[in-house]
């Protein structure tokens, strides 16, 4: 089998950095799998990424069947089996994700195009680089020949959180807590939703019942946690952040548990009244092909004003990138 050919933008930055080294031992793709690890900088990140890519080599991965590094979007993609997009400005102390838009917005079209121009048939993308659902939707849209759900924006890292959180509330190893939701938007307004859940033998919606926990600790705690890394590391998640991008391109790729599922931000096919074209974090199960939206859960008041509110923050992006022509 020829070698898995895996592109990681911002190769040379602190989530590159912790990424790279789990994608070419096998975390991601898994032991049996060889890849051809790929970084693209920016020309100012380049001498860096020569470094990274030594520190590759001086590994021996068994799995690791050569590092490139590269300056030219165009050629990093071309032929490229699965993208990470990482590389964009990560936000700083009293920053929210969206401040980064004008900035960020400006990257994920072009690579977006260079995706479109060369990446193989069978492309798998996941954004990263924040505000990562709008930005996806960029990327995206510039990729006409690519089908939409092969973009995906990363809210796995806010879905680890809440299993943190509710493991650390519960005494629950991680391993027996299924079916958590995280609804929407990367951002402040996101929904972690545990009305489905199961924490063990506890179901998280008999958690639910402590309204004040819920509302002033469990759901504020995971949305901002963002914040409080940035305030206690003076820089933003970054090996929790690749540790989330291997969850969710392994379950994308060997397919998700069965009795569980995953949050993903995929475009929405208008499912749970989410617009159609946003892309939002919705539960998913992944057949190791594509992402399906598990439908038919019960949407209580509670979280429907929730996820609302974080749509219609990802429909205002919508609207700011539109003006700002980056879609
Ligand atoms: N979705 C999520 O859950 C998370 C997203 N993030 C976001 O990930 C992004 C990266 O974060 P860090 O690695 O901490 O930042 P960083 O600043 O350490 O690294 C970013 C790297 O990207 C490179 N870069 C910038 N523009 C590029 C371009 N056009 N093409 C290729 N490379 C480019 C830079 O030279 C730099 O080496 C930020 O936007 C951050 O906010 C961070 C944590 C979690
Ligand atoms: O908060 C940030 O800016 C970085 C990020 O996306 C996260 O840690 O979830």
Redo the contacts with the bound molecule.
Sequence with gaps: MSPVVVTV????????YALNFRIASGAMLGADTDVVLRL???P??MK?AEGTAMELQDSAFGTLAGVEIYDD?VAAFAGTNIALL??????GPGME?SD?LAA?GQ?FGP?GAALNAGAADDIRVLV???P?NTNAMIASAHAPDIPAARFN???R??HNRALGQLAAKTGQPVRDIRRVTIWGN?SASQYPDIFQASIGDVPGASLAVDRAWLSDDFIPTVAKR?AAIIDARG????AS?AS?AIDHVRDWTAGTAQGDWTSAGIPSDGSYGVPEGLFSSFPVTSDGEAWQVVEGLEINEFSRQRIDASVAELAEEREAVRGLGLV
């Design positions: 933008t911002g190769g040379a930055g602190q989530i590159g693209l900088e920016i100012q990140g860096a979007p990482v590389g964009a400005r990560p936000r994700r980064l960020n990257i690579q990263v680089g924040n990562a924006a990363m809210t890292l806010d990367h963002g820089a933003s998640s970054a952040a989330a």
